[in-house]
């Protein structure tokens, strides 16, 4: 196999049929792979892919479609907590000591990524994009959006900068003394994003502007990327029997 990521990353090898199961899961064991997918600290142990199977360019069902096949798991949902410790993946439901509250959901639109309508992002309570299709992403660290909404956004930020220059393409800074908190509604509920995540840091030391968690991937994209710098302030269900993402408050 011979696969190619959003970001430009990139890995090969030999593609397997398990049978730890009554029946065959296709798995690939990477033999090459990009730096971006390595560090010393944190050598990679693999991808399990959790979205639809009409996005596997081998036509091969994902690892939980094939619990669900097999009826190995309670419900077919699977939830999410992610953390700089403590994550969890919990598979045949949620975890209910995780979150407090009722779920909001919001209906698959398209069954291949996990693609939701988010209705509106706001900062400092007041919306300032509407209607947004997005897709619920683990597996990116970021927050990507289409140029002209990001740039939407930031305009509404006092002392933000483009920093596609200075940090990277795509990027933006905010004033490191006062960053924003800002809002992603889904299902008719606000979620914020608290200043101390979507704050990634100073530019350098001492700098008085800091890097935002939320960028730019381009004029050309349809959709947002809704990664960790989100997703680790929420607890997320997955349902694959009704075709919707759910997001509660983490206790």
């Not at 398209?110 to 299709?133: E, F, G, P």
């Not at 992603?184 to 890097?211: E, M, T």
Request: charged letters at 15%; hydrophobic letters at 35%; glycine letters at 12%.
């Amino acid at each position: 196999f011979n696969l190619s990521y959003g970001d430009g990353s990139t890995v090969s090898g030999q593609q397997y049929l398990g049978r730890q199961f009554d029946g065959d899961q296709a798995v690939g064991a990477a033999s090459t792979y990009s730096d971006s997918l390595n560090s010393a600290d944190h050598p990679p142990d693999g991808l399990l892919g959790m979205g639809y199977q009409s996005i596997s360019q081998y036509n091969s069902p994902p690892f939980i479609q094939t619990l669900i096949g097999q009826k190995k798991l309670t419900r077919p949902v699977f939830g999410f907590k992610l953390a700089d410790s403590g994550s969890e993946l919990f598979m045949g439901g949620v975890n209910t000591k995780l979150y407090t509250g009722n779920f909001t959901y919001a209906p698959v639109t398209t069954q291949a990524y996990w693609q939701v309508n988010m209705d509106s992002v706001m900062v400092k309570n007041a919306s300032v994009i509407k209607t947004l299709s997005t897709i619920i992403d683990t597996g990116t660290t970021l927050i990507v959006g289409d140029a002209d909404n990001v740039k939407t956004l930031f305009s509404k930020i006092p002392g933000s900068k483009d920093a596609s220059t200075t940090v990277g393409t795509g990027f933006y800074t905010v004033p490191c003394k006062s960053v924003p908190t800002v809002k992603f509604s889904f299902g008719g509920k606000a979620y914020a994003i608290p200043p101390d995540v979507l704050n990634l840091g100073r530019v350098k030391s001492k700098s008085p502007d800091c890097v935002a968690g939320i960028v730019s991937g381009g004029s050309d994209q349809s959709f947002w990327i809704i990664g960790d710098v989100f997703l680790k302030n929420v607890y997320t269900s997955f349902d694959l029997g009704k075709n919707r993402v759910g997001f509660a408050t983490l206790k």
